[in-house]
């Protein structure tokens, strides 16, 4: 079982940025496909951005394209999501998770490793 533990998360403007880390232990993630996720308050989690475990393909949810990018560093066991042009919907708590697999994929049933979250705030 990997361990993940998100940091990065915090208050901002509308507009503004934040890069999110997620450090891995326990195990390499470099074979497996990296995803992130975020729960709004009171909404159910929802998907955010996936990476292969290449990083050679991505996938975003249509909310964030264009404005957030997932990349990962396999030689630090990290994952990263930069987050450009912060909205206050984008406003949650934000999880990286490890795939089960090594191809991009948005289903979370495909993810078996979490992280305990970490909170963004975008004011307007």
């Known amino acids: 079982q990997v361990q993940l533990v998100e940091s990065g998360g915090g208050l901002v403007q509308a507009g503004g940025s934040l890069r999110l880390s997620c450090a891995a232990s326990?195990?390499?993630?470099?074979?497996?496909?990296m995803g992130w996720f975020r729960q709004p308050p009171g909404k159910e989690r929802e998907f955010v951005a996936a990476?292969?475990?290449?990083?050679?393909?991505?996938y975003y949810a249509d909310s964030v394209k264009g404005r957030f990018t997932i990349s990962r560093d396999n030689a630090k066991n990290t994952v990263y999501l930069q987050m450009n042009s912060l909205k206050p919907e984008d406003t949650a708590v934000y999880y990286c998770?490890?795939?089960?697999?090594?191809?991009?994929?948005?289903?979370?049933?495909?993810?078996?490793?979490w992280g305990q979250g970490t909170q963004v705030t975008v004011s307007a």
């Open positions: 326990g195990r390499t993630i470099s074979l497996y496909a």
């Open positions: 998770a490890a795939s089960r697999r090594p191809v991009v994929t948005t289903n979370w049933a495909d993810f078996g490793s």
């Open positions: 990476i292969s475990w290449r990083a050679d393909n991505t």
